[in-house]
């Protein structure tokens, strides 16, 4: 009673008045909610109350509130709301993004920590390497469908850091397959999207029913979403002549197919905004062009390990994931009621990180014009690290990061070295003016936009082909899940 007396007492943290049962529901948009949040953060504070039909939802808007509590106090903030839709009528359920911290879980992280910590992403430097003059080749062979190009390198990458398995560009049917799925986690992995989510009753609505057509989205993708979970697992395992513990081979599946989800649409994502920002501001790329030209020089594409010595490329890597950066608000959920300055916060209460206003990433107090892009911002003497953000925080922190970053660094650095990417012209000549605006979803990508894509000069691409030629002498990398170690 005592208890329950003390919950009653503290309060919620504040909040926009209501409507009774609707609560907040029709103030906030279905696209660029980041930016509301960030609105009423300026009136109700860092730490923010919503409700939507009778659940609270608490929105952190600044840094320190989100490293308060999703990295200082992890082992309270590291559960993930339940989304109905997407793990139990599709079948993302076990998969590593939605999963609560237990230890399922907690096997999974620390199977991604030795697959993708330190030592094995250096491991996978050269296959980076490697990739990276396929990527240009492909650039070329389909310069108007570039996002594709992102996307199919990038499953390239996960497959063989997930699976070991090559040729995913050629095999048609599995890169249909993991994209496919992939578009159904997107569509259906966002908090309070789906009105299931908010009235979890609703899943027992049979398919007929006429208002059920998301148990008819559902039936159309679950058998979609389990074939890409067990099918390239059930390949490799047949490749390995392997059999394992059942608890063990459920991890390595999840942990591998969360893989490929947690690469596929941010890398592509980050790649389009960068070709964005190099259309609209041709200054920073010719000046990232003459860094290349005069360390490298045009004997040879930059690499992974040019990373140091190209600062003003790795300044265009940071200021894409700030200006636009692809998971613009991560969510947690509390495991159990906690306090923080002051306000109650009952367990099971999802938290939503605003990445994007948080920090660094567009707080004018931290950057200055922080919706331009001004990658000269990170040349300065003690610039904040944007990176620390943008992969997320305390234990779900992304297990990916270090290889998204090599990935990202060595996609820009190949393709500024080779390729002018320019703003499109339409058949009548006129400039086609690529508009800022990105998609909803889970990863937010720019609204698909047009741009020119010209190789920078007849010796850019004989270093291609070249390139290309020496690649398949470049060393393989090692057994990705060496269990025993
Ligand atoms: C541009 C590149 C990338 C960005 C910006 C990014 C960002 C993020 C963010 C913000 C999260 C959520 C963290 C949180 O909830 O606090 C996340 C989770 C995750 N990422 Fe990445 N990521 C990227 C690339 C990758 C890559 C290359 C991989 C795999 C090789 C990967 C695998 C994952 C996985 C498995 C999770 C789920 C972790 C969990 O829920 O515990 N990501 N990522």
């Given at each position: 009673?005592?208890?329950?007396?003390?919950?009653?007492?503290?309060?919620?943290?504040?909040?926009?008045?209501?409507?009774?049962?609707l609560?907040?529901?029709?103030?906030?948009?279905?696209?660029?909610?980041?930016?509301?949040?960030?609105?009423?953060?300026?009136?109700?504070?860092?730490?923010?109350?919503?409700?939507?039909?009778?659940s609270n939802?608490?929105?952190?808007?600044?840094?320190?509130?989100?490293?308060d509590?999703?990295?200082?106090?992890?082992?309270?903030?590291?559960?993930?709301?339940?989304?109905?839709?997407?793990?139990?009528?599709?079948?993302?359920?076990?998969?590593?993004?939605?999963?609560?911290?237990?230890?399922?879980?907690?096997?999974?992280?620390?199977?991604?920590?030795?697959?993708?910590?330190?030592?094995?992403?250096?491991?996978?430097?050269?296959?980076?390497?490697?990739?990276?003059s396929?990527?240009?080749?492909?650039?070329?062979?389909?310069?108007?469908?570039?996002?594709?190009?992102?996307?199919?390198?990038?499953?390239?990458?996960?497959?063989?850091v997930a699976?070991?398995?090559?040729?995913?560009?050629?095999?048609?049917?599995?890169?249909?397959?993991?994209?496919?799925?992939?578009?159904?986690?997107?569509?259906?992995?966002?908090?309070?999207?789906?009105?299931?989510?908010?009235?979890?009753?609703?899943?027992?609505?049979?398919?007929?029913?006429?208002?059920?057509?998301?148990?008819?989205?559902?039936?159309?993708?679950?058998?979609?979403?389990?074939?890409?979970?067990?099918?390239?697992?059930?390949?490799?395992?047949?490749?390995?002549?392997?059999?394992?513990?059942?608890?063990?081979?459920?991890?390595?599946?999840?942990?591998?197919?969360?893989?490929?989800?947690?690469?596929?649409?941010?890398?592509?994502?980050?790649?389009?905004?960068?070709?964005?920002?190099?259309?609209?501001?041709?200054?920073?790329?010719a000046?990232?062009?003459?860094?290349?030209?005069?360390?490298?020089?045009?004997?040879?594409?930059p690499?992974?390990?040019?990373k140091?010595s190209?600062?003003?490329?790795?300044?265009?890597?940071?200021?894409?994931?700030?200006?636009q950066?692809?998971?613009?608000?991560?969510?947690?959920s509390?495991?159990?009621?906690?306090?923080?300055?002051?306000?109650?916060?009952?367990?099971?209460?999802?938290?939503?990180?605003?990445?994007?206003?948080?920090?660094?990433?567009h707080?004018?107090?931290?950057?200055?014009?922080?919706?331009?892009?001004?990658?000269?911002?990170f040349?300065?003497?003690?610039?904040?690290?944007?990176?620390?953000?943008?992969?997320?925080?305390?234990?779900?922190?992304?297990?990916?990061?270090?290889?998204?970053?090599?990935?990202m660094?060595?996609?820009?650095?190949?393709?500024?070295?080779?390729?002018?990417?320019?703003?499109?012209?339409?058949?009548?000549?006129?400039?086609?003016?690529?508009?800022?605006?990105?998609t909803?979803?889970?990863?937010?990508?720019?609204?698909?936009?047009?741009?020119?894509?010209?190789?920078?000069?007849?010796?850019?691409?004989?270093?291609?082909?070249?390139?290309?030629?020496?690649?398949?002498?470049?060393?393989?990398?090692?057994?990705?899940?060496?269990?025993?170690?």
């Amino acid at each position: 009673m005592f208890n329950s007396w003390r919950r009653k007492a503290k309060h919620l943290p504040p909040g926009p008045p209501g409507l009774p049962f609707l609560g907040n529901l029709l103030q906030i948009p279905s696209t660029k909610q980041y930016v509301t949040f960030q609105n009423l953060g300026n009136i109700y504070g860092d730490i923010t109350t919503i409700r939507m039909l009778g659940s609270n939802f608490i929105i952190l808007n600044s840094r320190k509130a989100i490293f308060d509590l999703f990295d200082s106090r992890s082992p309270i903030y590291s559960d993930r709301p339940r989304v109905i839709m997407s793990s139990d009528l599709i079948g993302w359920d076990g998969s590593v993004i939605l999963a609560n911290n237990t230890p399922h879980f907690r096997n999974c992280r620390k199977l991604m920590r030795k697959g993708l910590g330190p030592s094995a992403a250096q491991s996978f430097v050269p296959f980076l390497n490697r990739q990276s003059s396929l990527y240009l080749r492909d650039l070329l062979n389909r310069p108007e469908a570039f996002p594709d190009v992102f996307k199919r390198n990038a499953a390239a990458i996960s497959m063989k850091v997930a699976y070991g398995y090559d040729g995913i560009t050629e095999d048609e049917d599995m890169y249909q397959l993991s994209h496919e799925a992939n578009r159904y986690f997107e569509e259906t992995a966002v908090v309070g999207v789906w009105l299931v989510d908010i009235l979890p009753i609703l899943r027992y609505v049979p398919q007929w029913f006429p208002l059920a057509s998301f148990q008819r989205y559902a039936a159309r993708a679950k058998p979609v979403v389990l074939e890409c979970i067990n099918k390239p697992f059930e390949e490799t395992k047949r490749h390995m002549q392997a059999q394992g513990h059942l608890d063990m081979e459920n991890c390595i599946k999840y942990s591998s197919v969360g893989i490929s989800l947690g690469q596929l649409d941010t890398t592509t994502a980050s790649l389009s905004w960068f070709f964005m920002a190099m259309a609209l501001h041709p200054e920073v790329q010719a000046k990232a062009q003459a860094e290349i030209d005069k360390v490298i020089g045009n004997e040879r594409l930059p690499r992974v390990e040019d990373k140091e010595s190209l600062p003003y490329v790795s300044a265009i890597m940071q200021e894409v994931f700030r200006w636009q950066p692809p998971v613009k608000m991560v969510v947690h959920s509390a495991s159990k009621d906690d306090e923080y300055q002051g306000y109650f916060i009952p367990a099971k209460t999802p938290l939503i990180g605003n990445i994007w206003r948080v920090a660094i990433l567009h707080d004018e107090n931290v950057y200055h014009d922080a919706d331009k892009f001004i990658p000269e911002r990170f040349m300065e003497e003690g610039a904040p690290d944007c990176l620390t953000d943008v992969f997320g925080f305390g234990r779900r922190i992304c297990p990916g990061m270090l290889i998204a970053q090599p990935h990202m660094f060595v996609s820009i650095a190949v393709t500024l070295a080779t390729i002018n990417i320019t703003k499109a012209h339409d058949a009548q000549g006129n400039v086609i003016e690529p508009k800022v605006e990105d998609t909803p979803g889970v990863v937010s990508f720019p609204v698909p936009f047009k741009a020119s894509l010209q190789p920078r000069s007849k010796a850019a691409l004989d270093l291609i082909q070249r390139s290309v030629e020496h690649s398949k002498t470049l060393p393989e990398r090692l057994d990705v899940f060496s269990l025993d170690a």
